[in-house]
């Protein structure tokens, strides 16, 4: 009895002692600053069948946002242009093509305040779509106002004059107009270069070609693929400057559009494309209604910035997969029309 329990003790002591030594291995060497990395890496077995270490991948820090609006672009027209750089980033971001909205006054002016303010027409003020200099910029706290006040680089690039009314010149620490989308991109990735907070990229083309030629006729899409052009020069250069693992975008439109118009009679007048992609945020097509007053609420909550209480904009919390504690009402139709 005794000899057997010696023979069994025997291993057991061994493979008491090689577990003991392999734990203060593993631990010296977690401890070692240079290795610091095994700590993080999950463990991957070589063997198939069994399921990976589920070791939890904390959520890269989002250090800047980039809105890109093309100005007119119904969602529809992504895949039949097809802007093919647009639909790759579509793989790896939330999205929706049904059920985003503008304001009730589907306008180009109107509508930007409304997307970077989160308040309505009547609280931004901005109630034309001309630059009326006497009417002063658009009226409330906006993102640019949050972000340049919490000391990030704030830059706006667009493709019309009148966008100027959008943003105080003192919240923009750089503010570019140029009239094509390659001029466009080509300022962008220059700011992209020198880094930033916020960054509003406007392409003004898709709209001058339906207001010309109609929408979603071969002119309209031929203009969106120059704009999913900038888009990939965009993205190159946010790849270049080892900045796209930390920088949410945001891509999305003021307004659609029908014939050679968008003055609110369809449906398509309103309706945007409103897709995000980057840091933490859950692939797949969102479910949420969403409201171009969004926008601003979900870039405020993305960069740790103040949601303002009087903003009818909610962030879109079901993009970066949590549970929308708020929610527009279903299904007021466009809530800034009262
Ligand atoms: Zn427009």
Known sequence: MKKLNRRLVKP?????????VTALLVTSILQTPVL??????PIVTSTSTQTPTQTPIPVP???RVLVISYDGM???AISKAPMPNLLK?????????TSAETIAYPSTLPSHASMLSGLCMQDTGIVFDRYFK???YSKGVDIFDLAHKAGMRTVMIVGKDKLRQLAEPET??????????ASISKIAVEEIQKDFGLMFVHFPTPDKVGHKYTWMGYSYLKVLTFGDDALRDILTALDDNGLRETTLIIVTADHGGHDKNHEGTVIQDFRIPWIIYGPGIVPGELTVPIQTMDTAATVAYALDLTLQPDWEGIPVYEAFGQTRLKVHKEYIQHPCHE
Do not use: H, Q
């Open 89 to 97: 980033l579509m793989e790896n971001s939330a999205y929706s093509l």
């Open 134 to 136: 006497y009417m002063g």
């Open 36 to 41: 610091v990395d095994v700590a993080v890496t």
């Open 12 to 20: 057991v002591l061994f493979v008491v002692d090689f577990v003991m």
């Open 61 to 63: 820090k989002i250090e």
């Open 74 to 76: 119904r969602p529809d």
């Open 172 to 181: 923009t620490d750089v503010f570019e107009i140029r009239y094509d989308e």
